[in-house]
């Protein structure tokens, strides 16, 4: 009888021991499972990205100088063409047109205008070269001020950015002056048709006449806009030419809210335009005016022209025309040693940025500093160092001092 009641203790007791275990297996406190990622210290960019299309800067368009009958446009899209030499289409112009005084007339009245564009456009170069100059000067007393520590680095990077902006305003100014050269080229052109034309003593041979037209500027032709042989009045446009190998740049239409964060002379990456590299470029003119765009979604939006220049040689985009489509990226901030965390790391502690780091196997909340942040990647300068332990995308009951694990990888 005895036996039988100290057997009865004995398992009473072990079923005790048994369920006080279990018991505490089921509350005991178990390590969150997370995913851990390493701080690691390396170069990051902050960029803006949209898509554009490329352009000649100055295209020239060829139109017909007098009332008069087009023969058969020959030359095609692509073909090259030398200023003042190739003929890029031939006219007959009829008798009414070489003896109209009135168009001979305006024929003279267009060179002169010609001639006081170049004028003009001359002392638009010579402002740019004044501003360069200038802009130069301010930069080199800048960078004395600067390496002597008076000057701000911030006064140095404005000082720089005005004269990389003044050395793309002389660039535009020269462009024009290659512009208003044809101009005034294609308008001598038209008024020696008509002097040639009254000195005949025979209106009928000189309508019999053919007139070359010529290309004002080297380069390629871009676009045949009439190619059979018919009659056209004076001004018809006929082709247009422009030189894709050195004035071939980029328009991208940005967001006004993206557009006020860059100026002239910001770094642009130019991307997926069919090359195996991607091409580098500058922002040389900001449109100030914006204008409204309905998007494919029927959203209107607010955007602005962006100008971009390339500056990488002409061969590395050999094949690169006009109206190609590419994808910029305007470089806001870069640096080549940032402190880089995933952004889906960090979370809100109070009214600042926070980060999960992994001390022993416990979740340690820190408050950060974070400098930039491009959507994927932020740049830390304070709160974290170089190969930490932190969690990645931490779960919202995750809190400080909270044990945690690393989630099995699939």
């Given at each position: 009888?005895?036996?039988?009641?100290?057997?009865?203790?004995?398992?009473?007791?072990?079923?005790?021991?048994?369920?006080?275990?279990?018991?505490?297996?089921?509350?005991?406190?178990?390590?969150?499972?997370?995913?851990?990622?390493?701080?690691?210290?390396?170069?990051?960019?902050?960029?803006?990205?949209?898509?554009?299309?490329?352009?000649?800067?100055?295209p020239?368009?060829?139109?017909?100088?007098?009332?008069?009958?087009?023969?058969?446009?020959?030359?095609?899209?692509?073909?090259?063409?030398?200023?003042?030499?190739?003929?890029?289409?031939?006219?007959?112009?009829?008798?009414?047109?070489?003896?109209?005084?009135?168009?001979?007339?305006?024929?003279?009245?267009?060179?002169?205008?010609?001639?006081?564009?170049?004028?003009?456009?001359?002392a638009?170069?010579?402002?740019?070269?004044?501003?360069?100059?200038?802009?130069?000067?301010?930069l080199?007393?800048?960078?004395?001020?600067?390496?002597s520590?008076?000057?701000?680095?911030?006064?140095?990077?404005?000082?720089?950015?005005?004269?990389?902006?003044?050395?793309?305003?002389?660039?535009?100014?020269?462009?024009?002056?290659s512009?208003?050269?044809?101009?005034?080229?294609?308008?001598?052109?038209?008024?020696?048709?008509?002097?040639?034309?009254?000195?005949?003593?025979?209106?009928?041979?000189?309508?019999?006449?053919?007139?070359?037209?010529?290309?004002?500027?080297?380069?390629?032709?871009?676009?045949?806009?009439?190619?059979?042989?018919?009659?056209?009045?004076?001004?018809?446009?006929?082709?247009?030419?422009?030189?894709?190998?050195?004035?071939?740049?980029?328009?991208?239409?940005?967001?006004?809210?993206?557009?006020?964060q860059?100026?002239?002379?910001?770094?642009?990456?130019?991307?997926?335009?069919?090359?195996?590299?991607?091409?580098?470029?500058?922002?040389?003119?900001?449109?100030?005016?914006?204008?409204?765009?309905?998007?494919?979604?029927?959203?209107?939006?607010?955007?602005?022209?962006?100008?971009?220049?390339?500056?990488d040689?002409?061969?590395?985009?050999?094949?690169?025309?006009h109206?190609?489509?590419?994808?910029?990226?305007?470089?806001?901030?870069?640096?080549?040693?940032?402190?880089?965390?995933?952004?889906?790391?960090?979370?809100?502690?109070?009214?600042?940025?926070?980060?999960?780091?992994?001390?022993?196997?416990?979740?340690?909340?820190?408050?950060?500093?974070?400098?930039?942040?491009?959507?994927?990647?932020?740049?830390?300068?304070?709160?974290?160092?170089?190969?930490?332990?932190?969690?990645?995308?931490?779960?919202?009951?995750?809190?400080?001092?909270?044990?945690?694990?690393?989630?099995?990888a699939y």
């Open positions: 009888m005895a036996a039988k009641k100290y057997t009865r203790r004995i398992i009473s007791l072990v079923v005790a021991v048994g369920l006080a275990g279990a018991l505490t297996y089921a509350f005991w406190p178990r390590a969150a499972l997370v995913d851990m990622g390493t701080v690691i210290e390396g170069p990051m960019q902050v960029t803006i990205d949209e898509e554009g299309r490329t352009q000649v800067h100055d020239y368009t060829v139109s017909t100088p007098v009332t008069g009958r087009l023969l058969r446009v020959e030359v095609d899209p692509g073909d090259e063409v030398t200023a003042q030499e190739t003929v890029v289409a031939r006219m007959l112009p009829t008798t009414s047109t070489v003896l109209d005084a009135r168009s001979r007339e305006q024929a003279r009245a267009t060179v002169t205008a010609a001639e006081a564009a170049l004028r003009v456009a001359e638009a170069v010579n402002k740019a070269r004044a501003d360069r100059d200038l802009a130069a000067s301010n080199a007393r800048t960078q004395k001020l600067f390496d520590g008076i000057s701000s680095q911030a006064a140095l990077d404005n000082d720089a950015r005005a004269a990389r902006a003044a050395e793309a305003a002389l660039d535009t100014a020269r462009a024009a002056i512009m208003r050269v044809a101009e005034l080229n294609n308008a001598q052109a038209a008024a020696r048709n008509f002097d040639g034309a009254g000195s005949d003593t025979s209106a009928n041979s000189a309508a019999d006449e053919v007139h070359p037209l010529l290309a004002p500027i080297s380069g390629r032709i871009l676009q045949v806009l009439q190619r059979s042989e018919t009659t056209l009045p004076a001004g018809t446009p006929i082709l247009e030419i422009g030189d894709i190998r050195n004035d071939l740049e980029v328009l991208s239409e940005m967001l006004s809210t993206d557009a006020v860059i100026a002239p002379g910001d770094t642009v990456i130019i991307d997926q335009w069919g090359g195996d590299t991607p091409l580098n470029g500058v922002v040389a003119r900001i449109e100030p005016r914006g204008f409204t765009k309905v998007s494919a979604l029927g959203v209107e939006e607010q955007r602005v022209r962006v100008t971009i220049r390339f500056t040689p002409p061969e590395v985009r050999a094949g690169l025309g109206g190609f489509r590419v994808e910029v990226r305007v470089v806001t901030w870069s640096s080549d040693k940032a402190l880089i965390v995933p952004a889906g790391a960090l979370f809100r502690q109070g009214g600042n940025w926070a980060i999960f780091v992994v001390e022993d196997g416990v979740a340690r909340a820190r408050p950060v500093e974070i400098e930039a942040n491009n959507g994927l990647q932020a740049a830390i300068t304070d709160g974290i160092a170089d190969g930490d332990t932190i969690v990645l995308y931490p779960p919202a009951g995750l809190e400080d001092g909270q044990k945690v694990a690393q989630r099995a």
